[in-house]
């Protein structure tokens, strides 16, 4: 396995009881794995659950011009970075059924999942989706999003966070019909050394997105949830689409001169 984030122990420590939603047994959950077709962020973090034995019922990639657009935007962000082995590769290895829809949508996916009886969905890098697939399981739909919630909600988090000043992490979250805005279960920042570039940013977050996932479905294993689950509150920052040009101009320049408000060494 090729982690080498310099991850942080930021948040371990905030992790504050809530009511919980429902009671439930421990055991690993029963779930669906959703992402745009062979995505590099739903590659990694399909790697990081299987490696503890966590096996989705079936996986439902979108493959659509938009699948394709986002997958080379992701990968071009995490360029000179090791990427996981292909949804494909996995899923033949793991013997998971994969299926492809032409749009992650309620009439294409739930036919798809009727008649499974699913704890949970995982969002392995998707576009929005809202509706009827969000009510399906009954444990919930969880995503994991490479920035800090709700500091950093939307779209290229590390590049708004550098432009912005903000502390740089991942955050794996419910999804409800909002951006980025459903309750917490973990949290954590990356240590920001100076020297890193943008697109070493991005590729740390990616894998710290896919190491929380993991870490979540562990908790849930555990019957943790009710216990570290909690609502986000409000961030200081509307909710970011996709940094332009001259933004990343600017969060190149910050990172050459080191300017960023928060690195760790």
């Not at 949970?120 to 739909?141: A, K, M, W």
Request: charged fraction near 30%.
């Amino acid at each position: 396995m090729h982690l080498k984030a310099d991850l942080s122990d930021f948040d371990r420590k905030l992790r504050v009881s809530i009511t919980p939603p429902k009671s439930r047994t421990m055991g690993k959950p029963k779930f669906a794995f959703l992402l745009l077709k062979e995505h590099p962020y739903g590659r990694e973090m399909l790697m990081q659950i299987l490696s503890e034995g966590f096996v989705p019922e079936l996986i439902i990639e979108e493959d659509s011009e938009v699948a394709d657009e986002e997958r080379e935007k992701f990968l071009k962000r995490i360029e000179g970075n090791p990427v996981a082995p292909s949804i494909e590769e996995q899923a033949s290895e793991n013997g998971i059924e994969v299926v492809s829809v032409p749009v992650h949508k309620s009439p294409e996916v739930m036919p798809h999942l009727e008649g499974r009886e699913l704890d949970l969905i995982v969002f392995g890098g998707t576009r929005i989706i809202r509706g009827e697939i969000l009510d399906y399981p009954s444990d919930g739909v969880v995503n994991s999003h490479p920035g800090l919630l709700p500091e950093c909600r939307g779209s290229a988090s590390p590049a708004w966070s550098v432009y912005h000043d903000i502390p740089i992490g991942s955050s794996t979250h419910f999804c409800d019909n909002g951006i980025d805005t459903g309750d917490l279960l973990m949290r954590r920042e990356v240590a920001v050394k100076r020297g890193m570039t943008y697109e070493d940013l991005c590729y740390h977050t990616l894998v710290l997105a896919g190491v929380l996932m993991k870490e979540a479905l562990m908790a849930y294993e555990d019957g943790k949830w009710p216990g570290i689950r909690r609502p986000q509150g409000q961030g200081e920052h509307p909710t970011f689409r996709n940094a332009p040009e001259e933004v990343l101009e600017v969060v190149r320049q910050k990172l050459r001169d080191q300017t960023y408000a928060h690195y760790s060494d």
